[in-house]
């Protein structure tokens, strides 16, 4: 639980600790020397049952790097939203106004949090007398024609002994990169994104906006482990979906204890305010995966209550994980004798001499050792594949974490082999090389041309025929009534009275 949190449950929470199986899979603490032990994780995408019906407030991932181009600051990014539908309107995709998203900052290894820093969202409209999120073509975020837009605060924290110390806004009224509605609506999306990167103090830099969802991997999983017999693989799940994204870059001294102690853990929490005003935490999230596929459905929503400081007493799911059981119900591949000290030796306090910090309490964090620079060709198994720079230390946006994953459970770190995958091993989409690094959301308009149609005004102009009145000529006195920008060919629409009236687009609709 976030510590400032108020709320009538109580400070304390009922936490299941996560560890081994496909969520979050263990690196062995023999084999320091050449720092080989591989991570296990993946992502939390409607994970509980209580947050899949509220998924403005369901983190569905955690990110953190050492920024690849920048390699004094480190990256955080946290998602929300899971499957988002580019074409989803017309009520497009926007954060909670409330919520507090909290990406929280432990630098000394005691489970608790010493920086927070808190989103918080506002909405705006400019014209409420109109259905559509956006009235005509967006070619900048302060558009009169983007008529829902959303701004942030972001409030830096300081905590010790999850009290607060100190408390200072460094982001006021910063816009947020909007729904990528479609071609015809917004014809450059990547100067939008670009309008939403926001320059802080100190050299750092904030970006909240739609985004395409990072994660890869083939979620039918969950169909008796890719079918019961490995025939579902190779499909990408979360192709074509986005995610609402707040990504964060700081000077990484400003989140480390210490030159001498570069270790920090991450996780990011949502509250959302209850019926008495005080915010109550509702998800949690640090390394992926972890409350999707190894907690037990009495405790997922717990979890996402709970704090990382309390982790330690669920230890009976890490060293008794289900997921080995099912693989080898499934298909006969014998799971490793339990119990699994070696996934808990490492996932839950980092792995020695690599990302452990001293005096670690354990606990569910994503730990990044930022004294390791980046590499100019990451290995999308990261540590598992002798690069120290990827998962788990940290995680990136390109690191395979469910093939890394599966072969961890079946016992990679223990002497059992294997190669075991998803046959899913990138991203569709390209990354980018610079901050955000994420890439461009999916567009609404990412479908086929209607049948017959070349593009251009074609369709606009169709639309405009069909809906013409009996008897009716191309008047310019007859009235526009709305305009169709989710359809992004502007096409012309009206209900009211049984009537409709139209005349061709000679700008914007509104």
Not at 49 to 72: C, E, K, R, W
Not at 116 to 143: A, I, M
Not at 209 to 237: H, I, K
Not at 287 to 297: D, F, I, S
Request: contains cysteine.
């Amino acid at each position: 639980m976030t510590p400032i949190s108020r709320s009538g449950t109580g400070r304390k929470g009922l936490a299941t600790l996560i560890c081994g199986a496909l969520a979050a899979g263990g690196l062995a603490a023999a084999g320091v020397a050449t720092l080989e032990p591989g991570a296990a994780s993946a992502s939390s995408h409607r994970e509980a049952p209580l947050i899949s019906g509220t998924p403005q407030y369901d983190n569905t991932d955690v990110y953190a790097f050492v920024s690849p181009d920048h390699p004094d600051t480190t990256t955080i990014v946290a998602n929300w939203i899971p499957f988002e539908e580019p074409a989803g309107g017309p009520n497009f995709f926007t954060f909670a106004e409330d919520a507090q998203y909290d990406l929280h900052i432990d630098n000394n290894g005691d489970a608790q949090g010493e920086l927070l820093f808190r989103y918080t969202f506002k909405t705006h409209t400019k014209n409420n007398k109109t259905f559509l999120y956006n009235t005509g073509p967006v070619t900048s975020l302060d558009d009169p024609d983007l008529n829902i837009t959303q701004t942030y605060d972001i409030d830096l924290i300081k905590l010790r002994n999850q009290k607060v110390t100190h408390s200072t806004k460094i982001a006021d009224d910063v816009p947020v990169a909007p729904s990528n509605v479609g071609k015809a609506s917004m014809p450059d999306y990547s100067t939008l994104r670009k309008q939403a990167i926001h320059k802080l103090t100190n050299g750092a830099k904030t970006f909240a906006g739609q985004a395409d969802d990072p994660f890869f991997l083939d979620l039918r999983v969950f169909d008796l482990l890719y079918g019961g017999n490995l025939s579902e693989v190779g499909r990408d799940t979360l192709k074509g979906y986005n995610v609402n994204s707040i990504a964060l870059q700081v000077p990484t001294d400003m989140i480390t204890e210490s030159s001498d102690q570069p270790i920090v853990g991450i996780w990011s929490t949502t509250q959302r305010k209850n019926a008495q005003g005080y915010y109550t935490q509702v998800s949690r999230l640090g390394n992926p995966l972890v409350n999707e596929v190894v907690n037990p459905l009495k405790d997922k929503d717990k979890f996402n209550a709970s704090a990382p400081w309390d982790d330690a007493q669920f230890l009976k799911n890490v060293t008794n994980p289900e997921l080995p059981k099912l693989i080898e119900a499934i298909y006969k591949i014998k799971a490793p004798a339990e119990p699994r000290n070696d996934l808990v030796d490492v996932f839950l306090k980092g792995v020695k001499g690599l990302n452990q910090p001293p005096k670690v309490r354990p606990a569910e964090e994503l730990r990044l050792n930022t004294s390791i620079k980046p590499t100019a060709s990451p290995k999308r198994l990261g540590v598992l594949d002798g690069d120290n720079a990827g998962f788990p230390n940290g995680r990136r946006l390109s690191d395979d974490v469910i093939d890394a994953s599966l072969q961890v459970v079946e016992g990679e770190l223990v002497g059992s082999k294997n190669d075991l995958g998803d046959a899913v091993d990138k991203n569709d989409k390209k990354f980018g090389k610079s901050f955000p690094y994420l890439a461009n959301p999916t567009a609404g308009s990412r479908g086929a041309l209607a049948k017959g149609v070349s593009g251009g005004n074609d369709v606009r102009n169709q639309l405009g025929d069909a809906l013409q009145p009996a008897g009716a000529g191309t008047s310019d006195d007859t009235t526009l009534i709305a305009a169709s920008a989710g359809a992004g060919a502007i096409g012309i629409l009206l209900i009211g009275g049984g009537l409709m009236w139209w005349r061709r687009m000679r700008g914007r609709a509104y």
